[in-house]
């Protein structure tokens, strides 16, 4: 290695160096560092935030990276003691607890990108194994076995998919020959489900006659001789587009074989479904062997051989059509001059070309194969989905490396403008916005503005302005156009500066891609681009007797296709590309990505590491655009306000920098203040460590007050009986009703007095106290919304724990009655009313009156939400008739009167827009559009969503503990000065 006097550090220190960025910025030095990790097994490094993989090339072994010590180092990153070192499962671990823990985007997306065989599936293999693991560590036992199943199948259909994508390449044994994204819903921190978004399949590797699709080759060698009867094969048989068959990888295929088998099982295939997939990979092997001739002035399929004469004979047997149907289909173009579905105006013109007949012929074995792939990859989606809601995501993208072979085509550069377009997104998200954040605040010097994006941006709009446009009008032009003289002109019309990007040499063009010169043969170009498929398929195939045919053509035209026949009707292949590309890039802009770049370091042929192409790569994935900015300490950027909401405990208020100090200087020492904590202009720095600290510290004050809660709704729960018998009481005496057929009837049948004391463990008694009492009892203390609350009524209902409890009960309700009963005598059913008011709908809500009319069904979900666990034989409609007439046909207030002052009381406290069309009629009301449901209580109006009752105002953010099956509902009744600020905001 190059030593220098001026290198700070020794190669004997390399060995703490985890981090590119701690590096001087000398790419000899970079190289040498890597590499000699490498060396000692260490294939993944730092670079800032970014995370860089070296394929260990049979260098090293590996296996010891990914077992369970390693899985349990990143478990729980959250841990104080977690020291974030490289690792592929440190970037999952991250991507999981931002999700988990809120921070950032719902939707966070792991990126995996560099060449073609550096290693990103393998990675994208492990981050899904670690989550995997992660989610069974997270969920309850109740839930583990949920949760395993759909790992399970999650991971069954990343198999399945790959073995209908992968093939082997120059490069690669099994090169991935699509894009993917696996996302991962989260629903409550746990998995619940997923789908895999497949794109840019190279759907023309099935018919190139080079290495096809694995699928192929595993049936060919994973099924018995018996097997392959059924559809007209044989292993010893040749099919042209499955080439040479290597038979080296004969056990290979074996074993595979077995493990896509599984995997449709496991993903629900049935047996007609799983037969169907392979008779029609049967057929288009078949159709691939038909082979034409010139026959005078007309093209016709040919019987003089014996192989193409095979291979119409079970092409017609497959797909259930005629021998006449299939030669119409791949030797005639079907001429409609009016509309497709008017017979006697459209005639067929023969094709007179073998190589036109050849083409037909291949464009509908492609589009079959996508259609199937498509069908497959639905089924699949729709097993994994289990269509249930999911709010947060994480997914895991592999898109397919750079490529540059000796010989590249339209695939190659459908590959390569992927890459490229993935590429000029990082540069301009994760370099360029990073270093004008870092320059705005200072932390790094201002210079003049960065040239490398303005070269990615002119180098796209060379290939999609100037390359593809003019290749997508030459193939819709109606005149056939020479190749050639097309690429010419585009080439000679560029400006001066944009000509470095694209030029032509020889017949063919060549593109200056970011990672280097590739060359690009124009042979097949605009028909490849073309990719027309016949319009006739669908007539011709849905005469199909085969219904699994048919209905793979129907699913072609309602879903799959729905793009080619909406706004990009006749695009190309390179319009399609571009529209996916678009749309994916608009998708990740809503996500936090986190960054993996994949490297390979080879050896040249005399053993020595070949320094150049390893340089070459690193400087094509932004590793030397990176590094300077890698030298920023402080991956956590939180702007002043997100800091305040996140950790502060008081309610919003206006927010300066100076609040933000104090709250860390509360959590954080000194020390640490100073060298980890960076205070810029809009922004606050925060390293790792300090960052997980000031996470542990508000998960620690979260659960502390979710406990309290938790006590607090226990304890009152026993008060809530209390109060029914304390009504049924009430009811009884002035009914002269006994009071447990009372009981029974209000609770349900096999509800006794016994019950009541059970669950009335802690001997509580109820007594009725006058207000001034009220203020002074210091048993109200837990009972806040008592004693906050400014309408109450000069009686309220305490509770307390004393040893004697029948007695108390009976005595206390007595006493206070005949107090009443005396002053007020003919007067009680107000007096009722009044108790009824006071306790009843202030406090607890739960109690309502029939006449806060709830639909049925939003009766019963209430009920059933708030009192299932009290009160389960509960039905509306009847429990609550009691109190009901209690106050209905009792009451001698003028019901209009009442009705005018609850809604003045009403509208008083009506502030919400989201609920401003109350039923006026009614007390309560549901908000189709938000799903609230909205309870006017005497003068006190709740709403209900997502399993919280507020008062007054709408839960304003989630709150997790708050809406677990396990928390409180009813936490509106806890005073402010002990609710957490989540639930401060909430209510
Ligand atoms: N960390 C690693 N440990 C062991 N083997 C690895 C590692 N990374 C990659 N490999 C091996 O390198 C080979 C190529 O990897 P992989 O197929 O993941 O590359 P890729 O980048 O996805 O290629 P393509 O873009 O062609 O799909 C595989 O055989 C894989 O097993």
Not at 248 to 265: P, R
Request: aromatic fraction near 10%; charged fraction near 25%; glycine fraction near 4%.
């Amino acid at each position: 290695m190059p030593a220098t006097e001026e290198q700070p550090i020794s190669q004997a220190g390399w060995d703490f160096i985890t981090d590119l960025g701690t590096l001087p910025e000398d790419e000899n030095i970079i190289i040498d560092f890597l590499l000699q990790r490498l060396q000692r097994g260490q294939i993944y490094t730092w670079v800032g935030s970014l995370l860089l993989t070296l394929n260990p090339n049979n260098e090293v072994s590996t296996s010891h990276l990914y077992n369970s010590s390693e899985f349990n180092k990143h478990i729980d990153i959250s841990h104080t003691t977690y020291e974030a070192n490289p690792h592929i499962f440190a970037v999952a671990a991250k991507a999981h607890y931002n999700l988990i823990k809120e921070h950032g985007q719902n939707a966070q997306v792991i990126v995996i990108s560099g060449e073609t065989g550096t290693g990103k599936t393998f990675n994208a293999c492990k981050c899904l194994e670690f989550l995997s693991n992660i989610n069974k560590w997270s969920v309850q036992l109740s839930q583990g076995d949920c949760a395993h199943n759909i790992m399970l199948r999650i991971t069954d259909a990343c198999r399945l998919i790959s073995t209908f994508t992968t093939a082997c390449t120059e490069k690669n044994e099994i090169s991935s020959r699509h894009g993917q994204l696996v996302k991962l819903h989260y629903k409550s921190g746990i998995i619940s489900g997923a789908t895999i978004n497949s794109f840019l399949l190279e759907r023309n590797r099935v018919t190139r006659g080079s290495s096809n699709f694995q699928i192929f080759y595993q049936m060919i060698f994973g099924m018995s001789p018996t097997e392959l009867e059924i559809f007209n094969l044989s292993k010893d048989k040749y099919y042209d587009i499955l080439n040479v068959i290597d038979c080296n990888k004969k056990k290979y295929f074996q074993e595979s074989f077995q493990d896509t088998l599984n995997a449709l099982d496991i993903l629900d295939f049935k047996s007609d479904q799983k037969k169907n997939i392979f008779q029609v990979l049967a057929l288009l092997i078949h159709m691939g062997n038909i082979k034409f001739r010139e026959d005078g002035e007309i093209c016709a399929i040919d019987f003089s051989n014996n192989k193409s004469k095979e291979a119409l004979k079970s092409t017609c047997i497959l797909s259930s059509l005629t021998e006449d149907t299939i030669m119409e289909l791949l030797t005639t173009i079907l001429i409609n001059p009016q509309s497709t579905w008017r017979k006697h105006t459209s005639y067929h013109r023969h094709l007179v070309s073998v190589d036109a007949c050849r083409n037909r012929l291949h464009s509908i074995i492609r589009y079959m194969y996508d259609l199937l792939f498509h069908w497959i990859l639905n089924h699949a989606n729709k097993t994994l989905s289990l269509k249930q809601q999911y709010s947060q995501w994480l997914g895991i993208l592999d898109i397919f490396g750079f490529e540059s072979f000796t010989k590249n085509g339209i695939e190659q550069l459908c590959v390569n403008y992927a890459n490229e377009k993935m590429q000029q997104y990082f540069i301009e998200t994760c370099v360029e916005n990073n270093r004008n954040e870092l320059q705005e605040e200072g932390f790094i010097k201002i210079c003049n503005p960065s040239h490398t994006i303005n070269l990615y941006k002119e180098r796209l709009n060379v290939i999609e302005e100037n390359l593809f446009l003019t290749l997508n009008d030459a193939c819709q032009s109606p005149v056939v156009i020479d190749i050639l003289t097309i690429i010419q002109s585009v080439c000679k019309n560029l400006h001066n500066a944009q000509k470095k990007f694209l030029s032509e040499k020889e017949g063919n063009f060549i593109i200056e891609h970011y990672s280097g010169p590739v060359t690009y043969s124009i042979e097949d170009l605009l028909s490849k681009n073309t990719d027309k498929v016949p319009n006739e398929i669908s007539l011709i195939f849905s005469t199909s007797k085969n219904k699994f045919l048919r209905s793979l053509i129907n699913f072609g035209e309602e879903q799959y296709l729905h793009i080619v026949k909406g706004s990009i009707t006749k695009k190309t292949m390179l319009a399609k590309l571009k529209y996916n590309m678009d749309t994916l890039i608009k998708e990740l802009r809503k996500c936090d990505l986190h960054y993996v770049r994949c490297v390979k370091p080879n050896r040249s042929i005399n053993n020595e590491w070949d320094r150049k192409n390893f340089q070459k790569q690193l400087a094509c994935i932004g590793i030397f655009d990176a590094l300077p900015l890698a030298k920023c300490k402080y991956p956590i950027r939180l702007r002043h306000q997100d800091f305040y909401v996140r950790y502060s405990r008081k309610p919003m208020e206006m927010i300066d920098l100076d609040k933000c100090k104090l709250i860390l200087e509360s959590i954080v020492s000194k020390k640490d203040l100073q060298t980890q904590v960076h205070f810029g202009k809009q922004l606050i720095f925060l390293t790792e460590p300090i960052f997980l600290k000031l996470e542990s510290y508000r998960r620690n004050y979260r659960i502390k007050y979710a406990n309290k809660i938790k006590t607090f709704w226990i304890k009152h729960s026993k008060y809530n009986i209390l109060h029914i018998l304390f009504c049924s009481f009430l009811k009884i005496l002035f009914t002269g009703r006994k009071i447990i057929p009372a009981i029974s009837k209000y609770l349900g049948t096999n509800f006794s007095i016994q019950n009541i004391y059970n669950i009335n463990k802690d001997n509580t008694t109820v007594k009725i106290m006058l207000e001034s009492e009220l203020k002074t009892s210091n048993s109200l203390e837990e009972a806040p919304v008592a004693q906050n609350n400014k309408e109450t009524s000069h009686l309220n209902l305490v509770m307390e724990n004393k040893e004697n409890k029948n007695k108390n009960i009976n005595k206390s309700l007595n006493e206070t009655y005949s107090e009443y009963k005396n002053e007020n005598k003919n007067n009680w059913p107000k007096m009722l009313n009044i108790f009824g008011k006071v306790y009843v709908l202030k406090n607890w809500p739960k109690i309502i009156n029939l006449r806060y009319q709830l639909s049925d069904i939003q009766t019963k979900t209430y009920l059933k939400t708030i009192n299932s666990d009290y009160f389960p034989k509960l039905e509306h409609g009847k429990d609550f008739h009691m109190y009901n007439d209690m106050i209905d046909d009792n009451c001698n207030d003028n019901n209009n009167n009442l009705l005018k002052q609850r809604l003045a009381l009403h509208s008083s406290l009506m502030n919400i827009d989201s609920v401003k069309n109350i039923n006026e009629k009614g007390y309560s009301m549901y908000c189709e559009k938000d799903k609230i449901v909205t309870i006017e209580i005497d003068s006190c109006l709740l709403f209900y969503k997502n399993r919280i009752l507020s008062r007054r105002q709408l839960a304003a953010i989630p709150i997790r503990m708050h809406t677990r099956a396990t928390c409180l509902i009813n936490s509106h009744i806890l005073p402010r000065s002990v609710l957490p600020q989540g639930l401060q905001d909430c209510l």
